[in-house]
C-alpha cells in the first residue's frame, strides 16, 4: 500500500496562491491515479482536481477551473496542486487522495481511491 502526507496549506488572502503537495510512500513502484478533495466545514467532500497515473490527462471541478493546476513528479513520488486566485469559498481541508489503476483514467468518485492523506487546512480571508 501507499501512505500519504499532504503539506503546504495555510492562512492566505483572496487572490493569493498556494502550493499544496502530496508525498508517497511505500509502494510507489505500483501506479495510481491521484486526485485531491476537499471538504469545507459543514459540507460533504468534494472532488477538486485528478490526474492520470502517466501524467497526461487532469480533470478539474467547474469552480477551480482555469485558477488550480494539478501536477505529478514522478521522481520525487509527489503530486502537486497549485491554487492561484483563491477566494474565501476555497477554504476547506484538502486532501490527496491515490487510486491504484493500470487504466489511464482521472476519477472523480471518492470510493475510486483507496489511500488518502490526513489533510492539509486552506484557509483564503476576504
Known amino acids: 500500500q501507499v501512505q500519504l502526507v499532504e503539506s503546504g496549506g495555510g492562512l492566505v488572502q483572496a487572490g493569493g496562491s498556494l502550493r499544496l503537495s502530496c508525498a508517497a510512500s511505500g509502494r510507489t513502484d505500483r501506479t495510481y491515479a491521484m486526485g485531491w478533495f476537499r471538504q469545507a466545514p459543514g459540507k460533504e467532500r468534494e472532488f477538486v482536481a485528478a490526474?492520470?497515473?502517466?501524467?497526461?490527462?487532469?480533470d478539474y471541478v467547474d469552480s477551480v477551473k482555469g485558477r488550480f493546476t494539478i501536477s505529478r513528479a514522478y521522481a520525487e513520488n509527489t503530486a502537486y496542486l497549485h491554487l492561484n486566485s483563491l477566494k474565501p469559498e476555497d477554504t476547506a481541508v484538502y486532501y490527496c487522495a491515490a487510486a491504484e489503476t493500470f487504466a489511464v483514467v482521472v476519477p472523480r468518485g471518492q470510493y475510486s481511491y483507496g489511500y488518502w492523506g490526513q489533510g492539509t487546512q486552506v484557509t483564503v480571508s476576504s
Open positions: 490526474i492520470s497515473w502517466s501524467g497526461g490527462i487532469t
